[in-house]
């Protein structure tokens, strides 16, 4: 009797998932529209992020290969100006480890009036600080001094929103993000391929969407 009631039990289930199917996944949209159509982009070093000490330069590094990668892409214009820029990418290289010894307040990211040309296209910057806030700090802070960092150990890649204040877009939620070792090392910059897949996805799911 007992079997009898579980073989009707699981008779009746069958039947009621036959008329009321389940819900399907929602469709995932992948990146907004306005990231989409965006045309512009600037590119800067994480706030938080220090110079490690075997490798001082290795954040300005990263941010230049981000920018040749991306003109090499030659979908967005990239600029200097926070107020042109309508994604900004923040761009933090990592040092193997979660804590780490670096150099804070140092002036090698505080890059001078550039003209370069890169395969064909042309990137004028300007010099773009490290830290939105320097200017608010104690004048002892902005000094160069050890400090310690803390964090992934990988390479990170932030795109923002921007066309408003670099302190007000990097304070704001990113709306892409990649993290992965050695992610912003040339020659494959690994990182901006990354987020090329991540347009041409939200793209290819929402034609309608596709930067005009």
Do not use: C
């Not at 036959?18 to 600037?42: C, N, Q, W, Y």
């Not at 490690?52 to 590094?61: E, F, I, Q, S, T």
């Not at 921007?162 to 990649?178: D, F, H, I, K, T």
């Amino acid at each position: 009797m007992r079997g009898q009631a579980g073989v009707f039990l699981l008779l009746l289930l069958t039947s009621a998932s036959a008329v009321f199917p389940k819900d399907k996944k929602e469709k995932h949209s992948g990146l907004p529209e306005d990231i989409l159509r965006a045309r512009t982009i600037m590119v800067v070093i994480a706030p938080e992020a220090g110079e490690p000490l075997k490798d001082p330069v290795a954040n300005a590094r990263a941010q230049d290969d981000v920018e040749k990668a991306l003109l090499r892409w030659r979908r967005f214009e990239v600029v200097s100006e926070p107020s042109l820029a309508d994604l900004v990418v923040a761009v933090r290289r990592g040092t193997g480890s979660t804590v780490s010894p670096t150099i804070k307040g140092s002036p090698i990211d505080q890059r001078p009036v550039i003209f370069q040309p890169t395969d064909g296209s042309i990137r004028v910057g300007g010099r773009t600080g490290q830290d939105p806030e320097a200017s608010r700090r104690d004048p002892m802070e902005r000094q160069p001094h050890l400090g310690t960092e803390f964090g992934s150990p990988d390479d990170t890649f932030e795109v923002y929103r921007g066309r408003q204040n670099l302190e007000l877009s990097l304070e704001g939620p990113a709306v892409w993000r990649y993290t992965a070792k050695d992610s912003l090392k040339a020659p494959r910059v690994t990182a901006v391929e990354q987020f090329r897949k991540a347009i041409e996805a939200s793209e290819k799911a929402d034609p309608n969407k596709r930067q005009p």
